[in-house]
């Protein structure tokens, strides 16, 4: 196991240091190309899984998907029984959507998946779905929508 | 209770926590991450806020493990799925939270700007006009939009809606946002539009109604040819996968535009301007057998400055090939996929428009810029509101109590982000949030021990990453090593004689490693050496010395960016002296690695 050299007699000075310029780091000034520095899937061959025919959430999500979706479902469970409006709820799912670059999230299958997924956790009965005032304007947003909304409550 | 053992069939539940080297520039004493799968959380001093930022894995390691050429030090510790995902699902609230909150202030801010705007008759900025050429009559490809919109809502639909736009914008007055609740981390907040988000969703959606109903194209240049539709060597099919793909998607942007005219809500006005740019550049790649993507990169105008080395040169020509596969992987297989999917044709658009970057840098020999803004394609553009609402002689009344609003909403953020070196730094919040996932201090059982923010001085990263080691369930540790030492290594193992060995032991004849700006100004890499660290870090005194003499007197022409990197040498020998090393050099972006 690798191991490193701190002595505590250096603790005293480490802690200057830190006085000098703690952990602040800011990487905007670093121009990196996205297809190479950042993204692990600009290869064909690795986008396979990100589109799916099936409408059944385990036919699968890429990785960024999958993340996207559990974005909205904690977004979903942290809004349940608040007093957020059914003309609000599309703005903060499109926030949460431009994070990941999604610009037409009532398109995204996983947006779905993820309010199902959410309103699992928040204790919202499966049959109260519909009724949320909150999901108003998303169940018509896509003729999907209630589908895919059970899909991902059932996961 | 029964962790899942190492070698299990199932891949094990792991969190690991991240302890960076310290090196110059920020961070420089160290930093701390924790990487949950292939996401990356750590929190940032942003602007006085402490921000928590998450990357993927591999741009984080790109960042600071070549670039910043800092080791890596990665402590896994085991838990239980539920546990793990307790911690996944705190820091993922806590990151959409923040980010909800700070646009909010920058909303605010905006609201400012816009009614200086308007008080002095300039034009504002607004998301999505860019991508367009206001010259009526330019293009068919929207007209079966038109046609779609008025057969469902009725002859005239487009103008009388664009006339009812243009009224309520012209009529929009500013009401002061109310006063906003407690900034909670973990609730989600719920926020009214401000009056800039107002202004800016009516005038897309009455530009978009104007572009559908004059023909608007997509402005000159903004196009890049990605390709043949129809690449060569595939299996001769009726209809080419890649057309059938676009097709749909061109479907799906339809339908997206036509619902979002018929019901907007808060904040679809520019995701509607990107789908009618998309749309336009999907009609007119199925009219030409070509793929036409947009521009997606920032205009030129906004792109750094600069000049490209020629040993840049090298590295840029593979960069090239590099994008170029991309793109062909992209054009060739990335859009056989049975449903359309926007982020294939996002990556498409990044790909090949860092391409065009980088070809235009290598021919022009300038240096380029491929960072492009957080979010979808933004298409920035400017335009003279026509707001009357506010008369005149109440502007200026109006945007003080706008900055007042702005002003107290920074105040509650400071209130709750502000950075505090030993109090509330990527350390403390990083512990806080990981304990906040768990009632009752039940991160003991999950982690295998408790840590205190801040306690046992854990604010410092160094020693935070010990006392994770001590006390935590860690079952491995890691160290990945950083770019230059991985190619010290490399030599090491190709059998490196003393006099490769002296050639990398300075910053003069390193092959390794080019000195650059904001390293600071230094002779001798201290790194490895231990015990004659204070000897060589004499020496990189002393040679910063002599850079800062030399920059007294270069100072007027230079803006004293030698002096600059010879104090901070200065600076970041002192501890070398002392035995601790921060320093050890960065590299660019386009490193030979």
Same mark, same amino acid.
């Not at chain 1, 059914?86 to 996983?110: C, G, H, M, V, Y």
């Not at chain 2, 970057?357 to 394609?377: F, M, T, V």
């Not at chain 2, 003069?508 to 230094?522: C, K, N, Q, V």
């Not at chain 2, 007027?556 to 010879?566: K, N, Q």
């Given at each position: 196991?690798?191991?490193?050299?701190?002595?505590?007699?250096?603790?005293?000075?480490?802690?200057?240091?830190?006085?000098?310029?703690?952990?602040?780091?800011?990487?905007?000034?670093?121009?990196?190309?996205?297809?190479?520095?950042?993204?692990?899937?600009?290869?064909?061959?690795?986008?396979?899984?990100?589109?799916?025919?099936?409408?059944?959430?385990?036919?699968?999500?890429?990785?960024?998907?999958?993340?996207?979706?559990?974005?909205?479902?904690?977004?979903?469970?942290?809004?349940?029984?608040?007093?957020?409006?059914?003309?609000?709820?599309?703005?903060?799912?499109?926030?949460?959507?431009?994070?990941?670059?999604?610009?037409?999230?009532?398109?995204?299958?996983?947006?779905?998946?993820?309010?199902?997924?959410?309103?699992?956790?928040?204790?919202?009965?499966?049959?109260?779905?519909?009724?949320?005032?909150?999901?108003?304007?998303?169940?018509?947003?896509?003729?999907?929508?209630?589908?895919?909304?059970?899909?991902?409550?059932?996961? | 209770?029964?962790?899942?053992? !190492?070698?299990?069939?199932?891949?094990?539940?792991?969190?690991?926590?991240?302890?960076?080297?310290?090196?110059?520039?920020?961070?420089?004493?160290?930093?701390?991450?924790?990487?949950?799968?292939?996401?990356?959380?750590?929190?940032?001093?942003?602007?006085?806020?402490?921000?928590?930022?998450?990357?993927?894995?591999?741009?984080?390691?790109?960042?600071?493990?070549?670039?910043?050429?800092?080791?890596?030090?990665?402590?896994?510790?085991?838990?239980?799925?539920?546990?793990?995902?307790?911690?996944?699902?705190?820091?993922?609230?806590?990151?959409?939270?923040?980010?909800?909150?700070?646009?909010?202030?920058?909303?605010?801010?905006?609201?400012?700007?816009?009614?200086?705007?308007?008080?002095?008759?300039?034009?504002?900025?607004?998301?999505?006009?860019?991508?367009?050429?206001?010259?009526?009559?330019?293009?068919?490809?929207?007209?079966?939009?038109?046609?779609?919109?008025?057969?469902?809502?009725?002859?005239?639909?487009?103008?009388?809606?664009?006339?009812?736009?243009?009224?309520?914008?012209?009529?929009?007055?500013?009401?002061?946002?109310?006063?906003?609740?407690?900034?909670?981390?973990?609730?989600?907040?719920?926020?009214?539009?401000?009056?800039?988000?107002?202004?800016?969703?009516?005038?897309?959606?009455?530009?978009?109604?104007?572009?559908?109903?004059?023909?608007?194209?997509?402005?000159?240049?903004?196009?890049?040819?990605?390709?043949?539709?129809?690449?060569?060597?595939?299996?001769?099919?009726? !209809?080419?996968?890649?057309?059938?793909?676009?097709?749909?998607?061109?479907?799906?942007?339809?339908?997206?535009?036509?619902?979002?005219?018929?019901?907007?809500?808060?904040?679809?006005?520019?995701?509607?301007?990107?789908?009618?740019?998309?749309?336009?550049?999907?009609?007119?790649?199925?009219?030409?057998?070509?793929?036409?993507?947009?521009?997606?990169?920032?205009?030129?105008?906004?792109?750094?400055?600069?000049?490209?080395?020629?040993?840049?040169?090298?590295?840029?020509?593979?960069?090239?090939?590099?994008?170029?596969?991309?793109?062909?992987?992209?054009?060739?297989?990335?859009?056989?996929?049975?449903?359309?999917?926007?982020?294939?044709?996002?990556?498409?658009?990044?790909?090949?428009?860092?391409?065009?970057?980088?070809?235009?840098?290598?021919?022009?020999?300038?240096?380029?810029?491929?960072?492009?803004?957080?979010?979808?394609?933004?298409?920035?553009?400017?335009?003279?509101?026509?707001?009357?609402?506010?008369?005149?002689?109440?502007?200026?009344?109006?945007?003080?109590?706008?900055?007042?609003?702005?002003?107290?909403?920074?105040?509650?953020?400071?209130?709750?982000?502000?950075?505090?070196?030993?109090?509330?730094?990527?350390?403390?919040?990083?512990?806080?949030?990981?304990?906040?996932?768990?009632?009752?201090?039940?991160?003991?059982?999950?982690?295998?021990?408790?840590?205190?923010?801040?306690?046992?001085?854990?604010?410092?990263?160094?020693?935070?990453?010990?006392?994770?080691?001590?006390?935590?369930?860690?079952?491995?540790?890691?160290?990945?090593?950083?770019?230059?030492?991985?190619?010290?290594?490399?030599?090491?193992?190709?059998?490196?004689?003393?006099?490769?060995?002296?050639?990398?032991?300075?910053?003069?004849?390193?092959?390794?490693?080019?000195?650059?700006?904001?390293?600071?100004?230094?002779?001798?890499? !201290?790194?490895?050496?231990?015990?004659?660290?204070?000897?060589?870090?004499?020496?990189?005194?002393?040679?910063?010395?002599?850079?800062?003499?030399?920059?007294?007197?270069?100072?007027?022409?230079?803006?004293?960016?030698?002096?600059?990197?010879?104090?901070?040498?200065?600076?970041?020998?002192?501890?070398?002296?002392?035995?601790?090393?921060?320093?050890?050099?960065?590299?660019?972006?386009?490193?030979?690695?």
């Amino acid at each position: 196991m690798n191991t490193i050299r701190c002595p505590n007699r250096f603790t005293p000075f480490l802690i200057a240091l830190v006085m000098f310029q703690g952990c602040s780091f800011s990487d905007s000034s670093i121009s990196i190309s996205e297809s190479v520095g950042s993204s692990s899937e600009s290869s064909a061959s690795s986008l396979a899984s990100s589109g799916s025919s099936a409408s059944s959430e385990a036919a699968g999500l890429s990785k960024e998907k999958k993340a996207y979706r559990d974005d909205v479902a904690n977004l979903t469970y942290s809004v349940s029984g608040s007093s957020m409006s059914a003309r609000d709820f599309p703005n903060a799912l499109a926030r949460t959507a431009s994070q990941f670059k999604i610009s037409n999230w009532s398109q995204e299958k996983a947006t779905f998946y993820g309010i199902g997924k959410g309103l699992k956790r928040a204790g919202i009965p499966k049959e109260n779905i519909t009724r949320q005032p909150f999901l108003g304007n998303v169940l018509t947003a896509n003729k999907n929508a209630i589908t895919y909304i059970e899909s991902g409550y059932s996961h | 209770m029964l962790y899942p053992a !190492t070698g299990a069939e199932h891949p094990q539940p792991i969190i690991e926590f991240l302890y960076i080297d310290a090196n110059t520039g920020g961070s420089s004493g160290g930093h701390t991450a924790v990487k949950v799968g292939d996401t990356v959380y750590h929190f940032q001093n942003d602007e006085g806020f402490t921000r928590l930022t998450r990357e993927n894995w591999q741009r984080f390691r790109f960042v600071y493990n070549d670039v910043d050429n800092r080791n890596i030090h990665s402590a896994k510790v085991a838990l239980l799925t539920g546990d793990l995902q307790r911690i996944r699902d705190r820091l993922s609230l806590r990151f959409i939270t923040q980010n909800r909150q700070i646009d909010y202030l920058t909303a605010l801010q905006r609201d400012v700007s816009l009614l200086s705007a308007l008080e002095s008759n300039t034009p504002v900025q607004i998301s999505g006009i860019g991508f367009f050429d206001r010259t009526p009559h330019r293009t068919a490809d929207l007209k079966d939009i038109a046609d779609a919109i008025e057969n469902e809502r009725g002859p005239g639909h487009i103008r009388s809606q664009r006339q009812h736009l243009q009224r309520r914008l012209e009529t929009l007055a500013y009401v002061p946002p109310a006063e906003p609740e407690p900034l909670e981390p973990d609730r989600y907040p719920i926020y009214k539009p401000t009056f800039s988000e107002q202004v800016e969703d009516l005038y897309a959606h009455w530009f978009a109604l104007t572009m559908i109903e004059q023909g608007w194209p997509l402005r000159d240049g903004i196009l890049i040819e990605a390709g043949q539709l129809e690449p060569t060597g595939t299996t001769p099919e009726s !209809t080419h996968p890649n057309i059938r793909w676009l097709t749909r998607y061109r479907d799906q942007l339809k339908e997206a535009i036509i619902q979002s005219l018929a019901s907007p809500y808060p904040g679809s006005g520019p995701p509607l301007l990107l789908s009618l740019a998309r749309y336009q550049a999907i009609s007119l790649s199925l009219s030409t057998d070509k793929f036409f993507v947009l521009d997606v990169l920032p205009k030129k105008s906004e792109r750094s400055p600069g000049e490209l080395g020629e040993a840049d040169k090298v590295a840029l020509g593979r960069l090239i090939d590099q994008l170029q596969k991309t793109v062909n992987d992209l054009v060739t297989a990335g859009f056989h996929q049975p449903e359309p999917d926007e982020s294939i044709y996002h990556r498409l658009e990044v790909a090949a428009s860092e391409l065009k970057e980088s070809q235009a840098g290598l021919s022009l020999e300038r240096s380029i810029h491929l960072s492009q803004s957080d979010g979808p394609p933004k298409g920035i553009g400017y335009a003279i509101m026509p707001n009357h609402a506010i008369p005149t002689q109440q502007l200026h009344r109006v945007r003080e109590a706008a900055a007042q609003r702005a002003q107290q909403f920074l105040l509650q953020m400071q209130r709750a982000y502000q950075y505090q070196l030993i109090t509330h730094n990527c350390v403390t919040e990083l512990v806080r949030t990981v304990n906040s996932s768990f009632e009752q201090e039940n991160e003991t059982t999950a982690l295998g021990g408790h840590l205190d923010p801040g306690a046992d001085q854990s604010f410092i990263p160094f020693r935070f990453f010990e006392l994770v080691r001590g006390r935590y369930r860690v079952t491995s540790t890691e160290i990945l090593p950083s770019q230059r030492n991985r190619r010290l290594a490399q030599l090491s193992q190709e059998g490196g004689s003393w006099k490769v060995w002296a050639r990398e032991s300075n910053t003069l004849t390193s092959e390794i490693y080019r000195p650059r700006m904001g390293d600071s100004a230094f002779l001798m890499f !201290t790194e490895q050496a231990f015990w004659t660290r204070p000897l060589l870090g004499s020496l990189n005194f002393s040679y910063a010395l002599a850079t800062a003499s030399v920059g007294l007197f270069t100072a007027p022409t230079d803006g004293a960016s030698l002096l600059t990197e010879g104090l901070f040498g200065m600076m970041f020998s002192v501890p070398e002296i002392g035995l601790w090393n921060i320093r050890k050099g960065t590299f660019n972006e386009m490193s030979p690695e």
